[in-house]
């Protein structure tokens, strides 16, 4: 790995360099996610010379890692582009594989953190009582390129710094709204899973949903009469409760999941019109169709959900 920071942080001492180091490699830190969030905009990121750079650092306490993201990531997960979001991904998915939690058994088991780091950046916490520096050194890079080397059109590494760093930032808080994506990809890590990947999502949808228990119990899009609505609101009821807001999308095919009969069929033509509707946004991929829910139309989703409130310029096929 090469770059300013890497060729200071190797100077220095890596993980041992003394507290005299903390302005360079701070002022190089700064530099490195400024230029990986920066390049998280193109059409691709990172290069062989200099890769997108991830941080990490053990306290003695948590594992942190600083990444190239705005630091609301916690609070408005949809302010962060698709490549973006899987470089957080892979990285809470190192995170998890360095600690080795175990498997949730509640929502509140999760334990991933957030705020606001170097920079205005992002930055992660994660419990991690008596991680030695020096271990992290040695197997934080590996954990992460294991997870981040199958993000397409993208070069990135991670480096391990002193605490020191990265320590002294502001509170970390819990992602708002139970289905935050970094929960989500906590979760999906900690039950085998991939966060980066979205197949290895895909296939643990069903024990995350299970584990996250959905969203809005309030609402009852079950008992609405109107069976094209009542399954307009079970499919955007899922998507919401999976966190699927853009970082995290679903094969178009798999909307149909859960419904029997001919139930299948009006699923598929509800998902259409949810398209149609500018409710759920499409993502091309290789041989598939894959959907998200429309940032940009949150308080119509969340209403169509809750109430049945069916917004302008959806036409959902009645029979």
Same mark, same amino acid.
């Given at each position: 790995?090469?770059?300013?920071?890497?060729?200071? *942080?190797?100077?220095?001492?890596?993980?041992?360099?003394?507290? @005299?180091?903390?302005?360079?490699?701070?002022? *190089?830190?700064?530099?490195?996610?400024?230029?990986?969030?920066?390049?998280?905009?193109?059409?691709?990121?990172?290069?062989?010379?200099?890769?997108?750079?991830? /941080?990490?650092?053990?306290?003695?306490?948590?594992?942190?890692?600083?990444?190239?993201?705005?630091?609301? $990531?916690?609070? %408005?997960?949809?302010?962060?582009?698709?490549?973006?979001?899987?470089?957080?991904?892979? #990285?809470?998915?190192?995170?998890?594989?360095?600690?080795?939690?175990?498997?949730?058994? #509640?929502?509140?088991?999760?334990?991933?953190? /957030?705020?606001?780091?170097?920079?205005?950046?992002?930055?992660?916490?994660?419990?991690?009582?008596? $991680?030695?520096?020096?271990?992290?050194?040695?197997?934080?890079?590996?954990?992460?390129? %294991?997870?981040?080397?199958?993000?397409?059109r993208l070069r990135?590494?991670?480096?391990?710094?002193?605490?020191?760093? *990265?320590?002294?930032?502001?509170?970390?808080?819990?992602?708002?709204?139970?289905?935050?994506?970094?929960?989500?990809?906590?979760?999906?890590?900690?039950?085998?899973?991939?966060?980066?990947?979205?197949?290895?999502?895909?296939?643990?949808?069903?024990?995350?949903?299970?584990?996250?228990?959905?969203?809005?119990?309030?609402?009852?899009?079950?008992?609405?009469?109107?069976?094209?609505?009542?399954? /307009?609101?079970?499919?955007?009821?899922?998507?919401?409760?999976?966190?699927?807001?853009?970082?995290?999308?679903?094969?178009?095919?798999?909307?149909?999941?859960?419904?029997?009969?001919n139930e299948r069929?009006?699923? @598929?033509?509800?998902?259409?019109?949810?398209?149609?509707?500018?409710?759920?946004?499409?993502?091309?991929?290789?041989?598939?169709?894959?959907?998200?829910?429309?940032?940009?139309?949150?308080?119509?989703?969340?209403?169509?959900?809750? #109430?049945?409130?069916?917004?302008?310029?959806?036409?959902?096929?009645?029979?």
């Amino acid at each position: 790995m090469t770059g300013p920071l890497a060729e200071a *942080l190797d100077a220095a001492g890596g993980v041992a360099a003394p507290p @005299s180091a903390k302005a360079r490699l701070r002022d *190089l830190l700064e530099d490195a996610l400024r230029y990986g969030c920066a390049e998280l905009e193109g059409k691709r990121s990172g290069t062989r010379e200099r890769p997108v750079a991830v /941080a990490l650092a053990a306290d003695g306490e948590r594992l942190l890692a600083a990444v190239p993201v705005p630091g609301g $990531l916690h609070a %408005d997960a949809e302010a962060v582009g698709e490549r973006a979001w899987l470089l957080v991904a892979a #990285t809470v998915g190192a995170l998890v594989d360095l600690t080795d939690p175990g498997m949730p058994a #509640t929502p509140d088991d999760l334990t991933v953190t /957030a705020g606001e780091g170097v920079g205005g950046m992002a930055l992660l916490g994660y419990p991690a009582p008596g $991680l030695e520096p020096s271990v992290l050194e040695d197997l934080g890079p590996l954990a992460f390129e %294991d997870h981040a080397g199958g993000i397409d059109r993208l070069r990135a590494c991670a480096l391990g710094l002193p605490a020191f760093v *990265l320590g002294d930032a502001g509170e970390l808080r819990a992602p708002i709204g139970e289905a935050h994506p970094l929960r989500i990809a906590e979760a999906v890590a900690r039950l085998g899973g991939r966060p980066a990947d979205p197949a290895s999502v895909e296939e643990h949808d069903e024990a995350v949903l299970g584990l996250l228990g959905g969203r809005g119990e309030a609402a009852r899009p079950h008992e609405d009469p109107d069976p094209a609505r009542r399954v /307009a609101r079970r499919i955007l009821q899922r998507l919401d409760g999976m966190g699927k807001w853009g970082g995290y999308h679903t094969d178009f095919a798999h909307l149909a999941r859960g419904f029997a009969g001919n139930e299948r069929q009006l699923a @598929s033509d509800v998902g259409e019109a949810l398209l149609g509707a500018g409710l759920l946004a499409e993502k091309p991929s290789v041989g598939q169709r894959h959907v998200f829910l429309n940032p940009r139309r949150a308080g119509d989703i969340r209403r169509l959900i809750e #109430t049945g409130e069916e917004p302008s310029g959806l036409s959902l096929a009645r029979k």
